[in-house]
């Protein structure tokens, strides 16, 4: 079974654009969360989709979003980027309605902005 | 609101001794808990988790960790290091009683492994 993959894995961009990063959950699960990991702040919870539904919301400004399409894939895009925003940005899948099950996570899309 | 503190950002110990690494969590209700490894340039891997079974947990590569309700405590040990287990270590929380996947991470702790 194929794990968790993330696209692309390098991005740079320049402040003030906006960036897409995707990600395809292990075939048969239906919930994809997003964290941000940064040398300074570490792991943090972006938000998650469970069946195309966004369930939970970390703590971030409004121009990070995302969403969940029919075959559980899911996007991430940030707008009006800035330089604080370069970080390593994982992708996790589980197929449990319900915590309590292992999260698979993705190698990561590390992002630079300039 | 649940929160994890992993004590030490940096540990170092010699090949074959002990590794100890300590994670301590507030959480309201009963959690679920995870020890997360990550090698360089990749994303994280389980080595164990805690979901209310038994409490001391059996993970891969040989390390364990043992819940200690009394003591809000879930650390991770390993008899004897190897070089391989030179990485960046993560404990996390996740509340039982809620359907979502919010992981709450420590800060993580940097093992490195002396020949």
Redesign the interface.
């Known amino acids: 079974k194929a794990g ?1 993959t993330q696209t692309p894995r390098y991005l740079i961009k320049t402040r003030g654009q906006q960036v897409t990063l995707s990600c395809s959950p292990i075939s048969g699960h239906r ?1 994809v ?1 997003w ?1 941000q990991q940064t040398p300074g702040q ?4 972006l938000f ?1 989709y ?1 069946s195309e539904t966004q ?2 919301k ?1 703590n971030f400004p409004g121009r990070f979003s995302g969403r969940q399409f029919s075959n559980s894939r899911s996007e991430m895009n940030v707008s009006t980027l800035e330089l604080g925003d370069s970080a390593l940005y ?1 992708c ?1 899948s ?1 197929a449990a ?4 099950e ?7 899309t590390r992002l630079t902005v300039l | 609101a649940q929160s994890v503190t992993q004590l030490g950002s940096h540990v170092s110990v010699s090949e074959g001794a002990l590794v100890l690494l300590r994670c301590n969590y507030s959480s309201s209700v009963p959690p679920y808990l995870f020890w997360y490894v990550q090698y360089p340039n990749q994303g994280l891997q389980l080595l164990l988790k805690y979901t209310s079974a038994a409490t001391l947990v059996k993970g891969i590569n040989g390390f364990e960790a043992e819940f200690k309700k009394s003591e809000t405590s879930f650390h991770l040990t390993k008899p004897s290091a190897h070089m391989s287990d030179a990485a960046e270590y993560f404990c996390a929380v996740s509340p039982s009683t809620s359907g979502t996947y919010k992981y709450i991470f420590g800060t993580g702790t940097r093992l490195k492994v002396l020949a």
């Open positions: 968790v919930s969360s964290y570490g792991l943090q919870f998650e469970f369930r939970n970390g994982l996790a589980t309605a319900t915590g309590g292992e999260q698979f996570f993705g190698p990561g």
